[in-house]
């Protein structure tokens, strides 16, 4: 899944995000941005080859006129709020339990701003939207998964993007859903 970016309309007023961590629609005036439309734009691919989404995915966008400020780039380590609530709706309802699935969430010590330890989290699945506005740690979780291992979300925190592996159904539903933005990476590795 691609971090949600979005674009400087004429009549936008600044950004309510920090750019350093989870971010929020930016407000009035920012349109979202997908991926495939700015890369078909500017002549990118959406994932350069035997890369992954960051900050080096787009590396005409500077000679195609894109102006500082008229861009707000994914968070670097964390998804967005539309992208995070939406998948945990798909992954409550592709998990055995539903909601009342058991579930782990990691916080890398980088973001958890926790050098001595990370922070591992337990509690339902129909709660983790909670996580999100999380009051001590501005990121989503680095690591979130059912106690019976039937998936797992994995967003590393010098990312633009987030991977979910899973059983097939979970995969083709997030493939497919038009909120969230998910491609499968063109090479393996």
């Known amino acids: 899944m691609l971090g949600a970016m979005y674009e400087r ?19 009035p005036g920012w349109e979202r941005l997908r991926w495939a439309e700015l890369a078909a734009r500017i002549g990118d691919p959406v994932v ?28 670097e380590g964390s998804l967005d709020r539309p992208t995070w609530d939406q998948l945990i709706r798909f ?29 591992v989290r337990s ?15 501005p990121y989503t979780p680095s690591n979130l998964w059912p106690a019976e291992r039937s998936w797992v979300v994995c967003t590393d925190y010098d990312l633009w ?9 979970l995969v083709e539903v997030l493939l497919a859903d038009l909120e969230i933005e998910a491609i499968r990476l063109p090479w393996t590795s």
């Not at 592709?94 to 579930?103: E, F, L, R, V």
């Not at 993007?161 to 159904?169: N, S, W």
Request: hydrophobic share 25%; proline share 11%; with cysteine.
């Open 161 to 169: 993007g987030t991977k979910v592996c899973g059983p097939r159904p």
């Open 9 to 27: 309309g004429k009549t936008a007023g600044e950004s309510v995000n920090d750019t350093q961590s989870r971010n929020e629609h930016p407000g």
């Open 48 to 75: 350069p080859q035997g890369r992954y989404p960051c900050f080096r995915c787009f590396p005409s966008a500077k000679e195609a006129g894109i102006q500082p400020g008229a861009m707000e780039w994914p968070a």
């Open 123 to 137: 509690g339902r699945l129909g709660d983790a939207q909670s996580l999100f506005d999380h009051p001590d740690i």
């Open 91 to 119: 992954l409550t309802a592709h998990s055995p339990q539903g909601a009342d699935t058991a579930c782990l969430a990691y916080y890398n010590p980088i973001v958890a701003r926790d050098f001595d330890k990370g922070q």
